[in-house]
């Protein structure tokens, strides 16, 4: 069985720094990794996906991938208040087409 | 605007009725899934369905089934609910392109279920 593992936190920054949110993985064998954001009492949306080693940005969010520790993190430069939510990340799971969620992070930033 | 909507946002229901919750999405996707999120526990997976009348169980199926009929539309069902079915649950939908890499799942809003 997969797992994927988060701190649940929670992480509290202040406006304007840098969140840095980490997940690891059980599965070596795992080709792509998601990034969820859920606000209270809302639903998750997809924010970032990463398939390669190494870094990937989008806009304030960067996904960082590293396969040989089996860890992926997102960074939040620049953190908003509006940032603070819960931090799902996934894995595809082992065939039909499942995804295996963390139990998230909450994240706090503060104004 | 991708869209998976769901029939119900509250639900209060007594031990023993039979509940039924229901979700349709609008993107033509071939997989739909069906997880409850408790505090503390994350989303756990219920059933899932890559197909018109197929499904599979997920991690938690006991008490609950499902039913496909249509591509758009995955109805979760609670036989007799009891009290600790009392949860969020949320439905999602995804393209079945490539189990591999995995796809974006897009979740409805969630129905909440008051079990009394």
């Known amino acids: 069985q997969k797992e994927v593992e988060q701190n649940s936190g929670p992480l509290s920054v202040p406006e304007g720094a840098i969140a840095s949110l980490n997940c690891t993985y059980s599965d070596r064998g795992s080709q792509s990794f998601f990034w969820y954001r859920q606000y209270s009492g809302k639903s998750p949306e997809l924010i970032m996906s990463i398939y390669s080693n190494g870094d990937k940005e989008d806009g304030r969010f960067t996904a960082q991938l590293n396969k040989a520790s089996q860890y992926v993190s997102l960074l939040i430069r620049d953190s908003q208040p509006s940032d603070s939510a819960t931090y799902l990340c996934a894995v595809p799971g082992t065939g039909g087409f499942k995804t295996i969620f963390g139990a998230g992070t909450r994240l706090f930033v503060k104004a | 605007d991708v869209k998976v909507t769901q029939s119900s946002r509250y639900l209060v229901k007594r031990t023993g009725e039979k509940v039924f919750l229901e979700c349709v999405q609008d993107?033509?996707?071939?997989?739909m899934f069906w997880y409850r999120q408790d505090p503390g526990l994350g989303l756990r997976l219920i059933y899932f369905?890559?197909?018109?009348?197929?499904?599979e169980k997920g991690d938690i199926p006991e008490g609950y089934s499902v039913s496909r009929e249509k591509k758009e539309r995955f109805s979760l069902i609670l036989e007799s609910a009891s009290t600790n079915q009392t949860s969020m649950y949320l439905c999602?939908?995804?393209?079945?392109?490539?189990?591999?890499?995995?796809?974006?799942?897009?979740f409805g809003p969630g129905t909440r279920l008051l079990v009394l």
């Open positions: 999602a939908s995804s393209f079945n392109r490539d189990s591999r890499t995995g796809e974006t799942q897009y």
């Open positions: 369905s890559y197909d018109v009348k197929m499904k």
């Open positions: 993107m033509d996707h071939e997989n």
